[in-house]
């Protein structure tokens, strides 16, 4: 659920955690998930389908994209510039961004654009799930892309975990050293909160992560990782 406190701003639950209050209504549950589908799908796949003007870092005008999704669904009729605002920041990952009255996808493409991220203050160890038949390979290999315009890497191991689940029920969690990466030459960039990115990483930096004291068993929103 989405509301809003008015001296805390938007948040994700029944009351607001900071003091307590119901706050104002501003999305269910099956809203809010249903609209973070559209938007994930929207900003990193298919602009075009909804007619939207996308610029060369994947930022697309916040008023086209709420006129859009009204005009394609008539039960989005009561949708308005500050719900969308209000998913975005409460976003728990960071999968998106509002700037300068216009909103894009941080992470997760399938079409070209430049998103012009920072690369500074990279964790000197990332992480990168995969399944157990394609383990040997990865380390083998390298990562490279696949279905996305990037790879991928995890803050922790859990955020990890809980990616690779989208595809697997037993991910294998792989340790990127991403400080060697990065003297080598490679470069990874900070999108969302828990998500990093880059073109390949080889062999060299790639080794089987160790699991951690106490991993976390969160699956929410994985549809929309």
């Not at 999305?27 to 809010?32: A, F, I, K, Q």
């Not at 039960?75 to 961004?97: F, N, S, V």
Request: proline share 7%; hydrophobic share 30%.
């Amino acid at each position: 659920m989405l509301r809003e406190c008015r001296d805390h701003g938007y948040f994700r639950d029944e009351i607001c955690p900071l003091c307590g209050q119901e706050g104002k209504f501003l999305m269910s549950s099956e809203e809010l998930d249903r609209m973070g589908r559209t938007m994930a799908g929207t900003l990193r796949h298919f602009p075009d389908k909804f007619d939207l003007e996308m610029d060369d870092h994947g930022f697309v005008d916040l008023r086209d994209f709420i006129s859009s999704m009204q005009n394609k669904y008539y039960r989005l009729k009561w949708l308005r510039p500050h719900h969308i605002i209000a998913i975005i920041e409460t976003d728990p990952k960071g999968r998106y961004e509002y700037r300068d009255g216009k909103i894009r996808a941080t992470y997760g493409h399938s079409i070209d654009i430049d998103l012009d991220l920072p690369t500074k203050g990279i964790p000197d160890i990332l992480y990168y799930p995969t399944t157990p038949e394609e383990v040997d390979i990865v380390i083998e290999t390298g990562l490279r892309p696949s279905d996305r315009k990037k790879v991928h890497l995890s803050k922790t191991y859990n955020d990890a975990m809980n990616a690779g689940r989208v595809r697997t029920q037993d991910p294998v969690i792989l340790e990127i050293d991403t400080k060697g990466a990065q003297s080598d030459g490679i470069v990874i960039q900070r999108a969302g909160k828990t998500v990093y990115l880059t073109d390949e990483v080889p062999p060299a930096f790639i080794h089987k992560a160790e699991p951690p004291d106490n991993i976390a068993d969160d699956e929410t929103n994985l549809p929309q990782e």
